[in-house]
């Protein structure tokens, strides 16, 4: 199926973006890499009368160090992002996390800034960005403002920002001997999570938990910490037990969602699992 008819503007600077998102408001929506955008215009689940490619700010396409921060601009795509040598050496969790999003293609336009402001609740990058405790910079008519990740995402395709908000930058901590990993239970390898586990994992002597942040997607309407996990293996030894006792609260609190893919009680049961294997991996 064809999109409804819409205007298209690609703006060449973030000022000019915002002065078309100010006058259009409602009207308009923002095209990043299209991969999820562009599909709900051709199932006319989203009709915006109004299109503002991103993709020719180049002040948003970025990877770049600042002491021990990574910043990372919006329009960085998942293919940059695991190729890129800055961040597989400083900030792993990232590379690894985009290479298990989608196929080629949707690797090659897809984009870590879109990927965050569309929250899906069954996306990976989400999950990164809350075990990094990523900070997001929102740029609107009345200037720019930092939003913590774990502050982010509201609810099923909901964030925090404004219709007139766009996202320009996503800043992580360079690598501080954390170990990470990215684990995502999928029925194929190119779908969305069931379950993703993404965790960040500081060792001390004799395999003692020092720092622990965990990002889950898939299980519920939205990302999520696993903050009771993160406090119960907080300062313990690392063991079988621990571990299996820890990751039985991944879903403390949480309404776990049930669809077609996976009932409730089988989604509870892979976030457990993949919550002690991420772990176990990361040791
Ligand atoms: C076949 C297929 C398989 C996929 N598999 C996976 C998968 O396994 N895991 C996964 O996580 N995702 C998957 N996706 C989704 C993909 O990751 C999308 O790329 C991502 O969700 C959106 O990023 P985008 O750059 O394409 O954004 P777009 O589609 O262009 O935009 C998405 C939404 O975000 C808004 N937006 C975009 N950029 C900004 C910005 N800078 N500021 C504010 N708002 C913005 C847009 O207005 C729109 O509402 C898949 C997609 C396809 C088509």
Same mark, same amino acid.
Request: no cysteine; glycine share 6%; net charge positive.
């Given at each position: 199926m064809f999109s409804n008819r819409f205007e298209y503007f690609a703006p060449k600077s973030l000022e000019e973006a915002l002065?078309?998102?100010?006058?259009?408001?409602?009207?308009?929506?923002?095209l990043a890499g299209?991969?999820?955008l562009l599909s709900l215009m051709k199932l006319r689940l989203a009709?915006?009368?109004?299109?503002?490619?991103?993709?020719?700010?180049a002040d948003l396409d970025y990877l770049r160090a600042d002491g021990d921060k990574l910043n990372i601009g919006a329009l960085a795509t998942y293919a940059q992002i695991k190729e890129s040598e800055l961040l597989q050496n400083k900030c792993p969790l990232l590379p690894k996390t985009a290479s298990?999003?989608?196929d080629a293609q949707v690797r090659n336009r897809g984009t870590l800034g879109g990927s965050l402001a569309h929250a899906d609740p069954h996306?990976?990058?989400? @999950? #990164? &960005? $809350?075990?990094?405790?990523?900070?997001?910079?929102a740029v609107g008519p009345k200037g720019a403002r930092w939003i913590r990740a774990e502050d982010f995402f509201v609810g099923i395709f909901s964030t925090v920002l404004a219709p007139d908000e766009i996202l320009t930058e996503i800043r992580v901590p360079a690598s501080d001997n954390t170990r990470s990993v990215?684990?995502?239970a999928a029925r194929r390898p190119s779908d969305f999570a069931m379950v993703g586990v993404a965790l960040r994992l500081k060792l001390g002597p004799e395999q003692t938990c020092e720092q622990i942040t965990i990002g889950v997607t898939g299980v519920t309407d939205k990302p999520y910490r696993g903050a009771a996990v993160e406090k119960a293996l907080r300062g313990?030894?690392?063991?079988?037990?621990?571990?299996?006792? @820890? #990751? &039985? $609260?991944?879903t403390d609190g949480v309404d776990v969602a049930e669809d077609l893919h996976a009932s409730k009680?089988?989604?509870?049961?892979?976030?457990?699992?993949?919550?002690?294997r991420a772990i176990r991996a990361a040791m």
């Open positions: 002065a078309l998102l100010a006058t259009y408001q409602d009207d308009a929506k923002l299209g991969q999820s009709n915006p009368r109004v299109l503002i490619d991103l993709g020719r700010i298990v999003v989608g996306g990976d990058m989400p @999950a #990164a &960005a $809350l075990a990094l405790e990523a900070e997001l910079k990215y684990l995502k313990q030894k690392l063991n079988a037990k621990t571990i299996e006792e @820890a #990751a &039985a $609260l991944i009680k089988f989604r509870s049961h892979l976030a457990r699992l993949y919550t002690g």
